[in-house]
């Protein structure tokens, strides 16, 4: 029997109840998401005897409108994952949200009820995309592309329900990254794992974990256990959910829903307990059983040419060889992956949150073929980072620290204490904008100085330039420091220069 | 009878007869951009007796795949563009790629019927987005919003046929820049031009005309030229065809199809042909007819102050106020403008392009109400940027210049002149990429040194770092400039300082 491998068994199991716990923070704030929206549509019930409009204002079940704050947030990780895409050489792509429907189903298998069809117009049948791995791999066999590193951002649209209350969306952003053609192997493979790291170092989410299995081991586990061939897909597809349920109800969905022999449930428990380093895959080649299985063996000596890879790398250490890892999409062929938030790091009263996977991928070697009439091979391997749930993470975070996010960008608000001097107000901020410096002013024709003010403070513009008759008449500008409220005079023809200066200071 | 203002007469023929010459050019090459597409469709027909395949791979009619190359230019565009929008002070909102169907339906009256609808999975009826003002709209309605300044890019979705050989895609991206709330009258409208200014020149796509009118001065012509009112929204649609027909077919559609009085449409006739700057606004005012209209009046006093405010932005010489401008969107009620320009530079061996319409908008101050249900107003007044026509401009253009694109940023390229070096290739290169810069190397256990060279000649990658035998016994790394095929041993503990300050010199 294999043993557990590179932390002693108490730690991997503090570790693994973990994982394995349902996500209850998640839930509970993601309908913290939509409070304001909720609170819309408990208010804009339309009353009887009003001509206005008989519907409810809402938005269609599982979307949700993205508000300022939350794209600040998102831009910031969005540069930075995408950042380190390119830093690795990656090129972009952009495939239409929806694709020919008979180009997406059979890829999904038991989730292709889940694709959201437009409806039949006259003319092609449609369906909004799923993810982006099969449009990728559409774009490669109808260009008949042999390789390319590509890079993709965007959304996704899923049924699933119910949806909010999980903390799931059905339509949601993806950013993936892939990488395919013949090389040698692990190579690329171990870069997607470089960037997974990257990624969620770069992005101070906490400590993380990346359980790494290949599909050629958890087949061969289902063949040496026992389970008929028939039945692997549908084996593997209740494995995946081991992160969401425990192996005893895994083991009862095995067993009772898909007619597997108890004994053989129980030879696959066994093992799906394992996960270590190098060491393990060592004891596995060893395994009387295991090591019988061709498939199995491969898978084997891949994972630990790639664990040679990831020691060069200097990341080994965030990846563990974990044999409960099925990964749900059917596609797969080769090394799989998925990285865990071991836990946020807890702030000040911070419920620490789980939420599970966020980053996730492997090797899909007969995806692009499927697509190519001569059935042309182009291998694939590529990851996904699960950007909504890191949003999520971020937005918590900001939440409770109650930092206050800029959601303009704006650096100097022009302003004046007096009325009728609309005309210089506008005059001075067209000079402003066309020195490429952010501006904005009220768009009222006689605005009180203290609204104006506030306004600045409000929204943080730093620097405020105030014109008036005494200031006109002098041919000067105040400059005020919002923060400091100090004032200067300066001669107009200085002012961009001087507001220039000050900015690239700060 | 109002003359024609600021140019002369025979300017103004001249640019209009421009102005309505159908895109040409924009229909040829359009279709140049599918070509490879085409040729993929060609090749990948599945021939008899194979197992593979049996559809024809394809994208959905009037939908691309935008290649890195064509990313690479969207990118530059839109950083352009919403920096511009930032400038502004605006912040970022996403909303759903579809909405609940009845939301959107009554918005676009005649163009209802373009919109794709999903089909019926049990559940809500959806449709795609069919612009981005609609959904802000229902935003700003659903969370009871009195004011806010937002930009939005994203795709929008629109059945129109045949749609390739138009240089037009069912798919395409809006980026849309808004200010909604009570404001003193024509300062955003003002800003929304200033706007549409600054892209338009930022972009150095060459000369262009902003052409600016009002609802309310169409509707006050329609009035006095005796329009019954139930048809103005119909002949206002006729009107809007003007950058596509002549006066000829639209006053045809007028009598022939909408049941107009041929001398009805003789008398908007005259009207449409007025153009020019303040001018012709005081003209209006004395014009024995429309002086009678007070709805006409209003839009003129508008019209006039705007000037004003244009005047002191220093943009005023690039409006021209056209009487023939009629927009075709049912929501506008105020000041409407579209930029066309006057033609692209053309360069050596280069055909003029003339596309038509890059830039457009107004005010819509009944939309936000008709979501309300109270049907509170909130003014709004914006603008969409034509991106798919200037990223169509920027693409030939570049295609003429026969400049190469890179398609990825990698700054140094890992090689090794020798065997065995893959370890050592590996190493560095994480190296690299933990210290920021962008590195690539190739997938392969040993590849020709001259293979490695030629990949960084093909994709422009500056610096290439070498690492041997002989190297590694001196502790050191050759650094090699592509360009010049100089090459310098650096110690290895300097490398990654010594190419940032090269990066930073470049």
Not at 273 to 302: M, T, W, Y
Request: aromatic letters at 8%; proline letters at 5%.
């Amino acid at each position: 029997m294999p043993q557990l491998g590179l932390l002693p068994r108490r730690t991997w199991a503090t570790l693994l109840s973990q994982l394995l716990r349902p996500p209850r923070a998640a839930c509970i704030s993601a309908v913290g998401c939509h409070s304001q929206v909720a609170e819309a549509l408990l208010t804009s019930q339309p009353k009887p005897h009003q001509e206005k409009p008989n519907f409810i204002i809402k938005i269609p079940k599982g979307t949700r409108d993205l508000s300022p704050q939350q794209m600040v947030v998102r831009e910031k990780i969005l540069d930075m994952v995408v950042s380190c895409f390119k830093r690795h050489g990656a090129k972009g792509l952009d495939t239409p949200a929806f694709e020919l429907t008979e180009m997406l189903t059979e890829k999904y298998e038991e989730h292709s009820g889940l694709m959201y069809d437009l409806k039949d117009q006259g003319g092609e049948l449609l369906s909004l995309r799923y993810d982006l791995t099969v449009p990728f791999a559409r774009y490669l066999a109808m260009n008949k592309l042999k390789k390319m590193k590509r890079y993709q951002v965007g959304k996704v649209w899923r049924r699933e329900s119910p949806t909010i209350v999980q903390g799931r969306y059905r339509e949601f952003c993806q950013c993936d990254f892939d990488i395919a053609g013949h090389f040698d192997p692990m190579i690329p493979d171990a870069e997607c794992l470089k960037i997974m790291c990257e990624v969620l170092s770069g992005l101070q989410l906490g400590d993380f974990l990346i359980k790494v299995n290949d599909r050629r081991i958890v087949d061969g586990m289902f063949a040496v256990c026992g389970v008929p061939e028939s039945k692997f897909r549908a084996i593997c597809a209740s494995m995946d959910k081991l992160d969401k349920m425990s192996w005893r109800d895994v083991r009862h969905e095995m067993v009772a829903k898909k007619g597997l022999a108890p004994e053989v449930a129980d030879r696959i428990g066994e093992y799906i307990q394992c996960h270590g380093g190098v060491s393990l895959i060592e004891q596995l080649f060893q395994d009387p059983r295991l090591s019988q299985n061709k498939q199995a063996l491969e898978g084997l000596g891949d994972l630990k040419l790639l664990f040679e890879y990831l020691t060069l790398f200097g990341i080994a250490e965030k990846i563990c060889f974990d044999l409960s890892l099925a990964r749900g999409v059917d596609y797969y062929t080769g090394v799989i992956y998925e990285a865990v938030l071991l836990q946020t790091p807890a702030q000040a009263g911070e419920e620490p949150l789980n939420v599970g996977s966020v980053a996730a991928g492997g090797r899909y070697d007969e995806l692009v073929a499927t697509f190519d009439p001569k059935g042309h091979k182009v291998p694939c391997v590529g990851l996904s980072i699960g950007i909504e749930r890191i949003f999520y993470i971020v937005e918590q975070r900001m939440k409770n620290s109650f930092k206050k996010v800029r959601t303009t960008e704006t650096q100097v608000f022009v302003a004046t204490p007096q009325k009728n001097f609309l005309r210089e107000r506008l005059k001075l901020i067209a000079e402003l904008w066309d020195a490429g410096i952010k501006a904005e002013m009220l768009y009222k024709n006689n605005p009180k100085l203290l609204t104006q003010l506030h306004y600045c403070e409000n929204t943080g513009i730093p620097l405020v330039v105030i014109i008036g008759e005494q200031e006109q008449k002098e041919g000067v500008i105040k400059l005020r420091s919002v923060a400091s409220r100090e004032e200067v005079a300066i001669k107009r023809e200085n002012l961009v220069a001087e507001i220039q200066k000050r900015l690239s200071e700060s």
